[in-house]
Nanobody, 115 residues
Framework: QLQLVESGGGLVQPGGSLRLSCSAS????????IGWFRQAPGKERERVAS???????SYTSSVKVRFTISRDNAKNTVYLQMNSLKSEDTAVYYC?????????WGQGTQVTVAS
């Protein structure tokens, strides 16, 4: 069974950068569509970016120029490079994998953007 572990979060100043990692075990990540979602306190969960099995990538408009999603199949890992971070990017970030019968979620990683 696929297991996902998000990492790379932390505290960063506005304008800074972070790279989140979504590491998989139990199955091959390239067989799944992967999304990066985030949820801030008191707000609904929001899709930030996604990469499909065929490599198609999409972003929500608020991060389109600043964030980059990528996949390293050799490391069985998907990344989210986040640049020019803003306070409104503060949230717990998750990288769910869309399977044929169910989605798989990790525990998330906290990103806090504050001066």
């Amino acid at each position: 069974q696929l297991q996902l572990v998000e990492s790379g979060g932390g505290l960063v100043q506005p304008g800074g950068s972070l790279r989140l990692s979504c590491s998989a075990s139990g199955d091959t990540l390239e067989y799944y569509a992967i999304g990066w979602f985030r949820q801030a306190p008191g707000k609904e969960r929001e899709r930030v970016a996604s990469i499909l099995k065929n490599g198609y990538i999409s972003y929500t408009s608020s991060v389109k120029v600043r964030f980059t999603i990528s996949r390293d199949n050799a490391k069985n890992t998907v990344y989210l490079q986040m640049n020019s971070l803003k306070s409104e990017d503060t949230a717990v970030y998750y990288c769910p994998a869309e399977g044929s019968f169910r989605d798989y979620w990790g525990q998330g990683t906290q990103v806090t953007v504050a001066s």
